[in-house]
């Protein structure tokens, strides 16, 4: 984007994921953007950009490793100027991001709840002795086998239709989505229940949109403005702060929460074994602008509990 607002002939790029969800999240950026701003649909394009996290499908995400699998290719568009803008899930972007770079734009938060998806039962309480589970993340598996030791983790990668068919071949039981994904998708329905916090903590950043952006690029800067959601950025500020915190790497099962009371901020956090063996929890109170100080006071006071090597045991 060459000029200050963009326009049919020189749009503002939104570079995203293809994936169904990460579409959505993409076109729905735009809409904010295009009602702020009173512009029509054709000033903006939506570059989909290949990643190498989703062309690998037959691998687990611990076997594939590194850092920003499905980032990267992304980041690199928005540093070479290929696109304006990129939409993320918050919950999948790494604690900092590359030099020149900064997301400090998010839209309203999503519903942050875990959906128990399962064609025959109701909630994880409801799931027979031994049943299969399928679930890819190490938080939801860490979280379900401290919860239920009996049941059998199986990995479940892939989109919801792919999961769904899954479960329709027998494949497992039951798995778990994000509510915020479901709803973004129209697709609810396929949610038995929603999994409470206080049952199961969601993922930091979990139903969260971030977009990110050149950090020279002011008249970006000055676009996102109108759609920036402040509540959301309190929220990710204090919950983001006690991942950092704790080092956080995709293999480290961690879940934590904000929510805001009136002036105040409540975080919950946790960490866990991989195999659920064990589980520690804590939570702070206090002023909305000192999020990040306590995000990063739980995160110390959890290590400090965990003791060297909590995270070491396998899954
Ligand atoms: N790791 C994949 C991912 N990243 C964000 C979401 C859902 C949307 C969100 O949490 O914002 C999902 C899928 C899922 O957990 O069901």
Redesign the pocket.
């Known amino acids: 984007m060459k000029n200050a607002r963009p326009t049919p002939a020189s749009p503002l790029r939104i570079g995203t994921r293809g994936s169904p ?1 990460a579409l959505a999240q993409a076109f729905e950026t735009r809409d904010r953007l295009a009602a702020a701003h009173g512009l029509s649909e054709d000033c903006f394009e939506i570059v989909v950009i290949k990643v190498t996290g989703d062309q690998i499908q037959d691998k687990s995400l611990k076997e594939i490793g590194g850092k920003g699998l499905f980032t990267r290719e992304i980041e690199e568009a928005l540093l070479e100027g290929a696109i304006d803008i990129a939409v993320h ?4 972007m790494p604690v900092e991001q590359p030099a020149g770079l900064i997301i400090d734009c998010y839209l309203p938060r ?1 519903d942050v709840r875990d959906a128990f998806v399962s064609l025959r039962y109701k909630s994880i309480n409801d799931l027979p002795q031994g049943a299969v589970v399928g679930s890819s ?1 190490l938080r939801r598996r860490a979280q379900l086998a401290n919860r239920r030791p009996d049941l059998k983790l199986v990995e479940f990668r892939g989109n919801v239709q792919t999961r769904l068919k899954k479960l329709d071949d027998n494949v497992a039981e039951a798995t ?3 509510m ?2 479901l709803s ?1 998708l129209g697709r609810t329905e396929v949610a038995q229940s929603a999994i409470a916090p206080e049952e199961m903590l969601p ?1 930091v ?5 971030g977009v990110e952006r050149r950090l020279e690029d002011a008249a970006v800067d000055a676009l996102l403005a109108p759609i920036r959601d402040l509540p959301t950025a309190q929220r990710l500020s204090a919950e983001r702060a006690f991942l950092a915190e704790l080092d956080g790497s995709c293999e480290t099962p961690i879940a934590g929460l904000a929510l805001l009371e009136g002036e105040n901020l409540w975080l919950r956090g946790e960490i866990l074994r991989p195999d659920g063996s064990s589980v520690l929890r804590g939570e702070r109170r206090g002023p909305i602008a000192a999020g990040a100080d306590m995000g990063r006071d739980l995160a110390r006071d959890l290590l400090t509990r965990a003791g060297p090597g909590f995270f070491d045991f396998k899954a």
């Open positions: 969800l899930s918050m919950k999948d999503e993340s778990f989505l994000a915020a994904g973004r993922a950043a979990q139903g969260a949109i």
